[in-house]
């Protein structure tokens, strides 16, 4: 019994001094240098991608509910809080979480769990998505189909092919439309007869891009979301 009150008597000796001698200030940490680059993001309803500088200004491009924005204004990051300031007037302040050199998290509402979650992109994929790619393995898996798309480096992208839809019929693609990539985001603008029938007038892909990838050349992967809200993916 003595042991054990003596044990007890020393851990409050020790609480007691750190009581009175550990008053340090609290340290602020700037993570805005920490995000600096390309990060990305793409969900059922938005796709964002953001350019970072050192700064903390930011080039915004996205798409909400199928239309289509660019944008420019500030980030800052101290401790695990955000402040998003763009100059079309939106603006966002909430929890901040990261994984270094991965991702990072906006947190938006803790109670419901709204949050959105950018991917770091070390490579831009602007040059490596020109010129011409094949698809025979789209997203409803049905045999015989073929997708061509063409990209140029001014910004213009072509599609025909022959697409079977359920009742065996083959309509021909053949479109041509303007896209921008930024990081692994391509952003893609509809034609006009379907921006009419739809009310959207873009969508956003993400592309993974593995060079090299067979005897015939590179593999690029496509994913989307189609207005169904499923995730799909199409290799071209």
């Known amino acids: 019994m003595k042991k054990l009150l003596l044990m007890f008597a020393a851990v409050g000796m020790l609480f007691t001094a750190c009581n009175k001698d550990c008053g340090h200030e609290f340290i602020e940490y700037d993570y805005t240098k920490d995000i600096v680059g390309t990060w990305t993001c793409m969900d059922m309803d ?17 798409v909400v509910d ?23 007037g939106d603006e966002w302040e909430g929890r901040f ?15 419901f769990d709204i949050r959105y979650t950018y991917r770091y992109c070390e490579n831009d994929l602007a040059d490596e ?7 025979n393995d789209g997203p409803q898996n049905i045999e015989n189909d073929i997708i061509i ?31 921008k990539v930024v990081g692994d985001l391509v952003f893609k603008e509809f034609s006009k007869d379907i921006a009419d029938e739809t009310g959207i007038t873009h969508n956003a892909e993400r592309l993974i ?9 590179d593999i690029m992967t496509i994913l989307f979301y189609l207005p169904d809200n499923s995730n799909v993916e199409l290799r071209t």
């Open 46 to 62: 938005y796709a964002e991608a953001l350019v970072i500088k050192a700064d903390g200004s930011v080039e915004v491009t996205g």
């Open 149 to 179: 798309r063409t990209y140029d480096k001014n910004g213009k992208v072509t599609t025909t092919g022959i697409y079977i839809e359920s009742d065996n019929t083959n309509p021909i693609l053949n479109s041509e439309a303007n896209y």
């Open 66 to 88: 199928g239309e289509y924005f660019e944008t420019k204004g500030t980030i800052k990051v101290v401790n695990n809080k955000m402040t998003y300031k763009l100059d079309n």
């Open 129 to 135: 998505i020109v010129g011409m790619w094949v698809c």
């Open 97 to 111: 979480e990261m994984t270094k050199g991965e991702s990072f998290t906006m947190v938006w509402d803790d109670e």
């Open 209 to 217: 891009y593995t060079p090299k990838a067979t005897a015939s050349g």
